[in-house]
Nanobody
Framework: QVQLVESGGGSVQPGGSLMLSCSAF????????IGWFRQAPGKEREGVSC????????LYADSVKGRFTISRDIVRMRVYLQMNSLKPEDTAVYYC??????????????????WGKGTLVTVSS
């Protein structure tokens, strides 16, 4: 059974850093794509970053390019999101999601097959 469990959220001041972790169960990170999405209060869920299984290619939303880095540990079955230079507008619930059939990343919520329950990130002074 496919399961995704996020961790690492919390509160941080603007300019600070956090690392989110997504533990994957029931499938392999060698195939499909896995990504991070976020949903701020009153807003639609949006794609943040993604990494493809076979080639390890990454994709970032323009709003986080240069600040966030996605990575994976295939042996430990974990995907990470290192978030630096955090801004108040990064405040959201962050979700890990996977498209188990895709070969390349698409930051579209409708493409993802499975979702975690999310972890809250709050950026505030």
């Amino acid at each position: 059974q496919v399961q995704l469990v996020e961790s690492g959220g919390g509160s941080v001041q603007p300019g600070g850093s956090l690392m989110l972790s997504c533990s994957a169960f029931g499938f392999t990170l060698d195939y499909g794509t896995i990504g991070w999405f976020r949903q701020a209060p009153g807003k639609e869920r949006e794609g943040v970053s993604c990494i493809s299984g076979s080639a390890g290619r990454t994709l970032y939303a323009d709003s986080v390019k240069g600040r966030f880095t996605i990575s994976r540990d295939i042996v430990r079955m974990r995907v990470y999101l290192q978030m630096n230079s955090l801004k108040p507008e990064d405040t959201a619930v962050y979700y890990c999601a996977t498209d188990t059939y895709a070969e390349s990343c698409v930051l579209n919520v409708n493409h993802m097959d499975y979702w975690g329950k999310g972890t809250l990130v709050t950026v505030s002074s």
